[in-house]
């Protein structure tokens, strides 16, 4: 079964940096699409980043420019950048997974989930 466990979540001043991580086990990066989604307060789960082997990654208009999705093979494990973090950048970020390949943004085309780690920014 596929398990994701985030870290790195926080609070920290606009402008400021953090770096998520996630923990990936029983999906080969090779063979995984892999992705990080977060949701606001009263509102819906959106797309942030995207990675796919040999493709490279895809990432929403709102963080273009600021965030930088990478993974590490040898340690299984997604990260997500987040720099020049702005308030409306707050929420719960998601690392998710299917064992399909190809870049996504949508909700649908994953299976698997963490079960988040909170972002604000103030």
């Known amino acids: 079964d596929v398990q994701l466990v985030e870290s790195g979540g926080g609070s920290v001043q606009a402008g400021g940096s953090l770096t998520l991580s996630c923990a990936v086990s029983?999906?080969?990066?090779?063979?995984?699409?892999l992705g990080w989604f977060r949701q606001a307060p009263g509102q819906e789960r959106e797309g942030v980043a995207t990675l796919a082997p040999f493709v490279g990654s895809v990432y929403a208009d709102s963080v273009s420019g600021r965030f930088i999705i990478s993974q590490n093979n040898a340690e299984n494990k997604l990260y997500l950048q987040m720099n020049d973090l702005k308030p409306e950048d707050t929420g719960i970020y998601y690392c998710?997974?299917?064992?399909?390949?190809?870049?996504?943004?949508?909700?649908?085309?994953?299976?698997?989930w963490g079960q988040g780690t909170q972002v604000t920014v103030s």
């Open positions: 998710a997974a299917h064992t399909e390949l190809g870049r996504s943004l949508q909700i649908s085309s994953y299976r698997y």
């Open positions: 029983g999906c080969a990066f090779d063979n995984c699409r």
